[in-house]
């Protein structure tokens, strides 16, 4: 069929489906019983919502119908009009995305409701045999288990109702459970010292392999919106905690704010780049001849910088 035969299809059902009642014979001929006993098909009524790509469009027409649920709820019955001559494979999966985004207009973050019921329908005119999976978990391997793992109750771990012995501090991801746990009931310091004493094995045994990338995530973390004063007493709990390896760690993190400088004075512009690093080495209380060296600011516009940055000798 050419695309003109098959957008005139299209332009066929639209114009149909705007006869009066002609929406709830569909309805009643397509719907199964369960679903139709629910609903009271004397409120039908389309709505001008479509949900289908452009790309799309040609081989796909969408209606939308709003009802009414016996028990006075909103309900939604979406036709998804297959206009190819073969079917599609993963239609499945598109009307469930078409669905979840009808859904998404009742979505409001600040209340809590119930979404309405949205009904797929598909209408499929074509010659070949209709062979192809009509819902979801047909598409994966293992339908059973994507069914239970996506339709069940989601995974959910409540770090409030864990205990501290619950969390495994031989495992790297201890790091990362027991600072989130903790983040809001602890001072940074005592958090900083608590996790590194309940986590010392994971540290220096697993995080220690890979160069302690949750140990530094972690004080990049609590470090975020410290003072330069806040900042070196955690670091003095770090390498006060862990000794020599504290120090490698705190040695790791100076490195990474010249990485970053550099990186980011490549993008955004090479001076403010290094302003940049100069700054974050400078709230390190690195020692000022090594941020010269290191990047080309001279002593003099290193003090400026202080000012201007508002940091303390």
């Known amino acids: 069929m050419s695309n003109d035969k098959n957008l005139s299809h299209d332009r066929f059902v639209k114009k149909m489906m705007e006869v009066p009642g002609a929406t709830k014979e569909l309805i009643e001929e397509c719907l199964p019983a369960k679903y139709k006993e629910r609903l009271d098909l004397t409120t ?37 009009i297959e206009i190819q001559s073969s079917p599609h494979y993963f239609i499945a999966f598109r009307l469930l995305k078409y669905s979840l985004l009808l859904i998404e207009r009742y ?27 009509k819902n979801l978990w047909e598409l994966f391997e293992d339908p059973q288990l994507v069914f239970e793992l996506m339709t069940g109750d989601y995974s959910l771990m409540d770090l409030n109702a864990m205990n501290d012995e619950d ?22 310091n005592d ?24 140990t530094r995530g972690v004080f990049w973390y609590i470090t975020g919106n410290t003072s330069s004063d806040e900042r070196e007493n955690l670091k003095q709990v770090f390498t006060d905690e862990l000794k020599e390896d504290g120090e490698k760690i705190m040695y790791s993190i100076a490195d990474s704010y010249i990485d970053e400088g550099i990186q980011k004075g490549r993008l955004q512009g090479i001076d403010e780049g290094i302003e940049k690093t100069a700054v974050n080495m400078l709230k390190e209380k690195l020692d000022d001849k090594l941020i010269s060296s290191v990047t080309g600011i ?13 940091i303390s000798n």
């Open 44 to 80: 039908i009524k389309p709505e001008k919502d479509t949900f289908i790509e452009t790309n799309l469009k040609s081989k796909y027409s969408d209606l939308v119908y709003s009802v009414k649920t016996k028990d006075n709820k909103d309900a939604y019955i979406y036709c998804l």
């Open 107 to 133: 979505v409001d973050k600040k209340k809590k409701r119930k979404l309405p019921i949205v009904m797929p329908l598909v209408i499929y005119h074509g010659k070949e045999k209709y062979t192809v999976p």
């Open 167 to 188: 969390i495994d501090g031989s495992k790297p991801i201890s790091i990362l459970i027991y600072t989130l746990k903790h983040i809001f009931d602890m001072g940074l």
């Open 191 to 214: 958090l900083a010292r608590n996790l590194l004493r309940h986590c010392r094995k994971a540290i220096l045994m697993q995080d220690k392999k890979e160069g302690y990338i949750y």
């Open 298 to 310: 001279t002593l003099d516009d290193l003090l400026k910088l202080k000012s201007k940055s508002g």
